[in-house]
């Protein structure tokens, strides 16, 4: 069935490295792939997304990339900071009928001072 | 600025009670969902809607139901509360065709 894996689960970096948490979707007929930030206690927030005619998409100190053929997309955080600490989840939208969103399990980011 | 808002925050509730989350969004949006969220297995969808009166089952819907009597508000019902539902419910809702999926600060519940 339809399926979003995304890794790694827990993620610690030094305040100023970069960081990269992996997805890989399922079905090939997905056409659009947003991140969101959830803070302890909060709602998911979007931060980027992409679509699958694109294979990059950049903001800021954020980026996302997308190779159609592997079926995998990334996210790119560079310079971390603090503030960037939260949970991230990927997800693929599946256009089929009514629009259907598959959810990673989500990554844990730790920036440590 | 786009607002879902879920009425209660956190919920103590009995084995064997029937509960009701409530979801309110002001955007207007066609389709509405109910997401568990549970550490280690992520957002999984328990319900969608996609207009008034209509639904479909996601994931996990075993124990649930929904109701969209009006396009700004989605409901879920656990119809017998179990102890394996303490989790954290999250609504969220996106325009016909839209990409982004806004949600709501969510339902922390605890069934004892």
């Known amino acids: 069935g339809e399926n979003v894996e995304q890794h790694p689960s827990t993620l610690s970096v030094q305040e100023g490295d970069s960081a990269v948490i992996k997805c890989t979707y399922s079905?090939?007929?997905?056409?659009?792939f947003p991140w969101y930030k959830q803070e302890l206690g909060k709602r998911p927030q979007l931060i980027i997304d992409?679509?699958?005619?694109?294979g990059e998409k950049k903001d800021q100190r954020i980026a996302v990339t997308l190779n159609k053929t592997a079926k995998h997309f990334s996210l790119h955080i560079t310079e971390t900071q603090p503030e960037d600490s939260a949970v991230y989840f990927c997800?693929?939208?599946?256009?089929?009928?009514?629009?259907?969103?598959?959810f990673g399990t989500g990554t844990r980011l730790k920036v440590l001072a | 600025d786009v607002k879902v808002t879920q009425s209660s925050r956190y919920l103590v509730k009995r084995t064997g009670e029937k509960v009701f989350l409530e979801c309110v969004q002001d955007?207007?949006?066609?389709?509405m969902f109910w997401y568990r969220q549970d550490p280690g297995l992520g957002l999984r969808l328990i319900y969608f809607?996609?207009?008034?009166?209509?639904?479909e089952k996601g994931d996990i819907p075993e124990g649930y139901s929904v109701s969209r009597e009006k396009k700004e508000r989605f409901s879920l019902i656990l119809e017998s509360a179990s102890t394996n539902q303490t989790s954290m419910y999250l609504c969220?809702?996106?325009?016909?065709?839209?990409?982004?999926?806004?949600f709501g600060e969510g339902s922390w519940l605890t069934v004892v």
């Open positions: 809607s996609y207009d008034v009166k209509m639904k």
């Open positions: 997800a693929a939208r599946i256009p089929s009928g009514t629009y259907k969103y598959i």
């Open positions: 079905d090939s007929a997905s056409n659009y």
């Open positions: 992409i679509r699958s005619n694109v």
């Open positions: 969220a809702s996106s325009s016909q065709g839209g990409n982004t999926i806004y």
């Open positions: 955007m207007d949006h066609e389709n």
